[in-house]
């Protein structure tokens, strides 16, 4: 009998819990060789405190992306809980799953493919409430023009297309997506990756403002020190799919393994810390 | 928008005329003419058959006797048929209503079928229902033509109430129902040649689509399948698709003229078929400029339709 092991801590909340998360992908079709396989994720567990920021680091191929996708259920983990609102949703069956699914949403590395081309910024902001069968059309376009205001998007580029939107407009619109079902985790995988550091900074300040005034909980996913040390109060490492390092910003400065990136980049990032407002 | 219609359709009304030009090129290279066999007729005087070579131009050199026939297709024309001794195009006009009809049919049944069928495949990749759907679709696209059509008209004569050829039974003339029931076996057959060609098409633009991090975030939205594959990702998938519906227009076109001939279809193939045994140039020459037309057209309609499709190219226009 499996029990919700989300309880009250010292801390506060555990919003998110994963235990022992494992995920393998099968090289090649059918008549590829067995046992040709990738172990993307190898019994992982996470914590994250509900309203606070966990930073994921790790190199390339660490499995980060695939633990953001198992945490925001779009993969299915080989074996392993993912405990979130008093249930495992590694085992819920897909109709109890949907509604708490809309609760963690990804924000994905590259928001100009994660945006469909065919729809306007309008379209890609109200069309979540329209599957969740939320409002009126007429409120669903007031709420998604809420967003968008909310985001720094004004309202005369609701007609646009993403393509026509710069960087930095793709990225409010992905987070105005994100935020229309009023989830309560947003996963961040790269999503600051590739902008100017003006606008970089523009959306890392949006990013804790939407914390504050959605009480939201972030997992964010990122190489940049910078925004890990702007944003995050706690920092798991992977390598090679399992966790060698956890716990508060601070430890990155003392690492316990030799995997954690090197110290000299640790000192540098926190050296770098700015208080957040 | 207008503009590039009116371009397109200058460079079509060139496109025509550089084939026309070419295909009188060609029949003049080819060995042999209409009156040849009449010189084997000992009843035929060497003088008649000349003097019906002066009267029909056949003396002429190429350049006039492309004049000759452009003045023809300015009146309407196209052109002089020797073997029924009638302007070519009212011979054409209703055979190729027939071939557009059929055409027409299979094109929108083909797409029809090819649609669904390459988005279900597309969306199973992988499991054996898509494998399963892949070996029939293998088989359908490695069997030719004609083994289809030849397959049909074998299985109609087993059942005995599908007709077995032409478009009419004997005075049913103008039965919507007649036509329908005549039009199942030829339209199979295009059917079955073009249908493996476009789900592969469909299947794999599909592919690429539903990896795609719009899709993946769409799901994490909770959109339902449906509306994920047919409203998000077939939209997405379509400008290859729609590229392909231009070159599918031509395709079935060439397909067509052959299964006219097999299943006995008033259309343009066996009136082409005929031509070109009896080498009568100006029907061939009309008959090509017809496919070119049709091709053309189709390549229009592609490129209308990518318009209107594709916000993308409506906002780089």
Same mark, same amino acid.
């Given at each position: 009998?499996? /029990? ?18 494992s995920k393998r992908y099968t090289r090649g079709g059918w008549l590829a060789r067995r046992g040709s396989a990738v172990e993307a994720l190898r ?17 390339s191929g660490s499995g980060?992306s695939t633990?953001?996708r198992c945490?925001?259920?779009?993969e299915e983990p080989d074996?392993?809980?993912?405990? %979130? ?22 924000? %994905? ?9 065919? %729809? /306007? ?67 961040? +995988?790269?999503?600051? /990756? ?22 939201? $909980? ?5 190489? +940049? %020190? ?9 920092? $798991?490492?992977? +390598?090679e799919g ?11 400065? +003392? ?8 110290? $000299? ?13 | ?10 460079? *079509? ?49 190429? &350049? ?29 006009? *209703? ?30 990749a992988g499991r054996?229902?898509d494998r ?25 004569? #087993? ?26 076996? &030829? ?20 592919l690429d689509?539903l990896r ?66 009896? #080498? ?15 091709? *053309? ?13 594709? &916000? ?6």
């Open positions: 009998m499996l /029990t919700d092991p989300s309880s009250q801590t010292a801390e506060g909340q555990v919003l998110l819990h994963a235990i022992g998360l019994g992982v567990n996470l914590r994250i405190q509900a309203g606070s920021t966990m930073a994921l680091l790790g190199a980060k633990l953001a945490l925001a259920c779009l074996s392993g809980e993912i405990w %979130f609102a008093g249930k495992d949703l590694a085992r819920l069956p897909r109709r109890e799953l949907a509604p708490l699914q809309r609760q963690i949403q990804l924000i %994905f590395q590259e928001p100009s493919a994660s945006l469909n081309p065919r %729809f /306007t910024a309008l379209e890609l902001v109200s069309e979540p409430l329209l599957i969740a069968g939320r409002g009126t059309k007429g409120e669903r376009r007031a709420r998604a023009l809420d967003l968008m205001e909310l985001v720094g998007l004004p309202a005369h580029l609701r007609n646009r297309f993403a393509l026509e939107l710069s960087g930095g407009q793709r990225r409010r619109l992905a987070i105005a997506r994100a935020l229309v079902l009023e989830p309560k985790v947003l996963i961040l +995988d790269e999503a600051l /990756t590739g902008l100017d550091l003006s606008t970089r900074a523009q959306i890392s300040n949006l990013l804790l403002e939407l914390q504050e005034v959605c009480s939201l $909980t972030y997992l964010c996913i990122s190489h +940049d %020190f910078d925004l890990v040390t702007r944003l995050a109060d706690e920092v $798991t490492v992977l +390598d399992k966790v060698i390092e956890s716990g508060a910003l601070e430890v990155m400065a +003392d690492p316990h393994s030799p995997n954690v990136p090197n110290a $000299t980049a640790a000192e540098l990032m926190l050296s770098s810390r700015v208080d957040r407002p | 928008m207008m503009r590039f219609l009116a371009n397109r359709l200058a460079r *079509t009304a060139f496109t025509l005329l550089g084939v026309s030009v070419l295909a009188f090129i060609l029949i003049d290279l080819a060995p042999g003419e209409y009156f040849q066999d009449m010189r084997l007729n000992p009843q035929i005087s060497r003088e008649t058959v000349a003097a019906l070579r002066v009267e029909y131009g056949l003396d002429q050199a190429l &350049p006039l006797k492309y004049a000759r026939w452009l003045r023809s297709v300015s009146r309407g024309e196209l052109g002089y048929s020797f073997a029924y001794n009638c302007p070519v195009w009212p011979l054409l006009e *209703t055979r190729i209503a027939n071939t557009l009809i059929l055409t027409i049919t299979a094109l929108v049944c083909s797409w029809l079928i090819a649609i669904p069928l390459g988005v279900w495949m597309a969306s199973r054996w229902e399963v759907s892949g070996l029939g679709n293998t088989f359908l696209l490695g069997t030719p033509d004609i083994l289809i059509a030849l397959g049909l008209l074998a299985f109609a004569l #087993r059942v005995t109430w599908l007709p077995t050829g032409g478009m009419h039974a004997p005075l049913a003339d103008g039965n919507l129902n007649d036509l329908a029931l005549h039009l199942i076996l &030829p339209v199979l057959a295009l059917v079955a040649g073009m249908l493996p060609i476009l789900v592969r098409h469909v299947r794999s633009a599909m689509v795609a991090p719009f899709i993946a975030a769409a799901r994490g939205h909770g959109v339902p399948r449906g509306r994920l594959l047919f409203g998000h990702a077939l939209p997405a998938a379509a400008n290859p698709l729609i590229s392909l519906f231009g070159l599918s227009v031509g395709v079935l076109l060439s397909g067509s003229l052959l299964i006219e001939v097999v299943m006995g279809w008033p259309g343009v193939g066996p009136l082409l078929l005929q031509a070109i045994l009896e #080498r009568d140039p100006h029907i061939v020459v009309a008959a090509v400029l017809f496919s070119t037309l049709f091709l *053309t057209s189709g390549s229009v309609l592609a490129d209308i339709f990518l318009y209107v499709a594709d &916000p993308r190219i409506r906002v780089e226009s």
